[in-house]
């Protein structure tokens, strides 16, 4: 177990810290707050892509979405976490509740990590998350 104040976040939260959009003074906040956070690995790839279709819809160009890349990966304040070593329970949540495995990680980091979990999603349905 980790630092008491930890928090499991994913990764839209993490592009809310760079993007103004919906959710940015929510994301800000805790950020701002300075609590310990952790993410599985796949936050990574995921923040990637969540900018990857910013670019493609036109909300952001390709040179402000590889900016956001190059601070996010030089100060990365998330403890990333192997997918791996959790992906087991996060297919037994998957299967329970229905969300995706990608979910089900977030959550299972979160219940490793015995800490509460932010996200955009409703990953784990209701009462798990």
């Known amino acids: 177990m980790i630092s008491p104040g930890t928090l499991a976040?994913?990764?839209?939260?993490a592009v809310k810290w760079?993007?103004?959009e919906t959710g940015h003074a929510a994301a800000?906040?805790?950020?701002?707050?300075?609590d310990p956070l952790v993410a599985p690995d796949l936050l990574v790839a995921e923040?990637?892509?969540?900018?990857w279709k910013k670019v493609?819809?036109?909300e952001l160009s390709q040179s402000e979405s590889e900016a956001i890349i190059d601070a996010f990966t030089s100060s990365c304040p998330i403890a990333l976490?192997?997918?791996?070593p959790?992906?087991?329970a996060a297919f037994k949540i998957a299967s329970q509740c229905?969300?995706?495995?990608?979910?089900?990680?977030?959550?299972a980091v979160a219940i490793a990590q015995g800490c509460p979990a932010s996200h955009r999603r409703r990953a784990a349905g209701p009462g798990l998350a």
């Open 18 to 20: 760079y993007v103004p």
């Open 28 to 34: 800000a906040a805790i950020l701002e707050r300075g």
């Open 9 to 13: 976040i994913d990764a839209s939260v």
């Open 98 to 107: 229905g969300c995706t495995v990608y979910d089900a990680l977030y959550v």
């Open 81 to 84: 976490q192997p997918s791996g």
């Open 47 to 51: 923040f990637g892509n969540v900018l």
């Open 86 to 88: 959790v992906l087991p």
């Open 56 to 58: 493609r819809r036109g």
